[in-house]
């Protein structure tokens, strides 16, 4: 005789149903058509699930348009849609029903901007597109630093302002820098411009809101393994550099201007990169594993950027991607921690002029050290 359950009611179908997409979405890197991968790029694939189901669960289970805040998007223990290793991100979830006021103070970051996404497809998560931003260029900062920006549909009477639709549903925050180690970091908090009627009183998880934050995970997960691991391209070659439009599908910045490659690199091989860094805000060069994840090397930094990497008087960069140090001659060497396949990301944020693509080419390891 079986013992008595307490009834789920229909909450159960709601837990299954991720559950069963979390299972399926180990296919995004076991099927074939997706990739060959080795042992270590499975392991790779399995561990990012891990990540898009935390921030998921973090971001729709836990947040509240009512009651918004700023939370960790991608950091140090996990990675997620294509982190730049120089930013810090923060999401928060808002209505576009509703006003909000953003207030802080600047730290020693290098850029700071706040992107809102929503669209007819707002609830497809990445399917959602940019509906306002603004960036330090444009907001008013006073002497000590700090700002204020109201988000809302109307224009306030004064102050900086960005227009929030009725379909908005996140805004996310971006701070670059040059050293992210060592700066000091901005302060900002997200509130509702008027408190809420009646008054909010604490949190309820109740069966309704728990479902609604499991279905939004569910659908998070699904889109998201749908953009990774990319589809396969041709092997260490960059393509060309496009920048990030308002109406593209995503959670990018339409400051940027990106440009990538799939590198594919034997033990004794590497990848030489050389382009313009350009006059911009910031510039970066880093590696992604294939789950647009960035990666940690003992050996060394995983990306260069315009402080940290060798240019030339006219801006000019050389970046060599190898398994193994190509020697003192090459300064600006990115490991690949030993993965044999992956993403070489460049970034140009704020660019004076439309870059070009870089050059990419494969030569033995061996050459670059001098040898025979």
Same mark, same amino acid.
């Given at each position: 005789?079986?013992?008595?359950?307490?009834?789920?009611?229909?909450?159960?179908?709601?837990?299954?149903?991720?559950?069963?997409?979390?299972?399926?979405?180990?296919?995004?890197?076991?099927?074939?058509?997706? @990739?060959?991968?080795?042992?270590?790029?499975?392991?790779?694939?399995?561990?990012?699930?891990?990540?898009?189901? =935390?921030? @998921?669960?973090?971001?729709?289970?836990?947040?509240?348009?009512?009651?918004?805040?700023?939370?960790?998007?991608?950091?140090?223990?996990?990675?997620?849609?294509?982190?730049?290793? #120089?930013?810090?991100?923060?999401?928060?979830?808002?209505?576009?029903?509703?006003? $909000?006021?953003?207030?802080?103070?600047?730290?020693?970051?290098?850029? +700071? *901007?706040?992107?809102?996404?929503?669209?007819?497809?707002?609830?497809?998560?990445?399917?959602?597109?940019?509906?306002?931003?603004?960036?330090?260029?444009?907001?008013?900062?006073?002497?000590?630093?700090? /700002?204020?920006?109201?988000? *809302?549909?109307?224009?306030?009477?004064?102050?900086?302002?960005?227009?929030?639709? #009725?379909?908005?549903?996140?805004?996310?925050?971006?701070? $670059?820098?040059?050293?992210?180690?060592?700066?000091?970091?901005?302060?900002?908090?997200?509130?509702?411009?008027?408190?809420?009627?009646?008054?909010?009183?604490?949190?309820?998880?109740?069966?309704?809101?728990?479902?609604? @934050?499991?279905?939004?995970?569910?659908? /998070?997960?699904?889109?998201?393994?749908?953009?990774?691991?990319?589809?396969?391209?041709?092997?260490?070659?960059?393509?060309?550099?496009?920048?990030?439009?308002?109406?593209?599908?995503?959670?990018?910045?339409?400051?940027?201007?990106?440009?990538?490659?799939? $590198? !594919?690199?034997?033990?004794?091989?590497?990848?030489?990169?050389?382009?313009?860094?350009?006059?911009?805000?910031?510039?970066?060069?880093?590696?992604?594993?294939?789950?647009?994840?960035?990666?940690?090397?003992?050996? @060394?930094?995983?990306?260069?950027?315009?402080? &940290?990497?060798? +240019?030339?008087?006219?801006?000019?960069?050389?970046?060599?991607?190898?398994? !193994?140090?190509?020697?003192?001659?090459?300064?600006?060497?990115?490991?690949?921690?030993?993965?044999? &396949?992956?993403?070489?990301?460049?970034?140009?944020?704020?660019?004076?002029?439309?870059?070009?693509?870089?050059?990419? =080419?494969?030569?033995?390891?061996?050459?670059?050290?001098?040898?025979?």
């Amino acid at each position: 005789m079986s013992t008595p359950r307490n009834d789920p009611g229909p909450l159960a179908d709601v837990w299954h149903a991720l559950l069963d997409g979390l299972r399926d979405a180990e296919n995004s890197f076991l099927d074939p058509a997706r @990739g060959v991968f080795d042992q270590r790029t499975v392991a790779e694939g399995y561990r990012s699930l891990t990540h898009v189901l =935390r921030y @998921g669960l973090e971001i729709y289970l836990e947040g509240d348009p009512a009651a918004p805040r700023f939370l960790p998007l991608a950091g140090p223990t996990a990675r997620i849609l294509g982190d730049n290793t #120089d930013t810090h991100y923060t999401i928060a979830l808002v209505d576009g029903r509703r006003d $909000y006021v953003i207030t802080g103070r600047r730290g020693d970051e290098c850029y +700071l *901007s706040f992107t809102v996404h929503g669209g007819p497809d707002a609830a497809a998560h990445l399917r959602q597109h940019t509906v306002g931003d603004l960036n330090h260029e444009a907001m008013r900062i006073a002497d000590d630093g700090t /700002f204020r920006i109201t988000l *809302s549909r109307n224009r306030p009477a004064e102050g900086d302002w960005i227009e929030l639709p #009725d379909d908005a549903v996140i805004v996310i925050s971006r701070e $670059y820098y040059f050293a992210k180690d060592t700066a000091r970091r901005p302060e900002y908090t997200i509130a509702p411009a008027e408190p809420a009627e009646p008054a909010a009183g604490p949190l309820v998880f109740d069966a309704e809101r728990v479902a609604a @934050g499991l279905r939004a995970t569910t659908a /998070f997960l699904a889109e998201t393994v749908l953009t990774q691991p990319q589809r396969p391209v041709a092997p260490n070659a960059m393509a060309e550099p496009f920048r990030f439009g308002r109406t593209m599908p995503g959670w990018g910045t339409p400051d940027n201007v990106y440009c990538r490659a799939r $590198y !594919e690199l034997a033990p004794d091989e590497a990848l030489v990169i050389e382009g313009d860094a350009g006059e911009c805000t910031y510039w970066g060069i880093q590696l992604w594993n294939s789950f647009m994840q960035s990666m940690d090397a003992p050996t @060394g930094p995983v990306s260069r950027n315009t402080r &940290t990497a060798r +240019l030339t008087p006219d801006n000019r960069f050389r970046v060599v991607v190898a398994h !193994e140090d190509p020697g003192p001659g090459e300064p600006d060497w990115l490991p690949t921690t030993g993965l044999h &396949t992956g993403v070489v990301f460049c970034r140009w944020l704020l660019p004076k002029h439309e870059p070009e693509a870089p050059t990419a =080419r494969v030569v033995k390891l061996a050459e670059l050290r001098g040898g025979a």
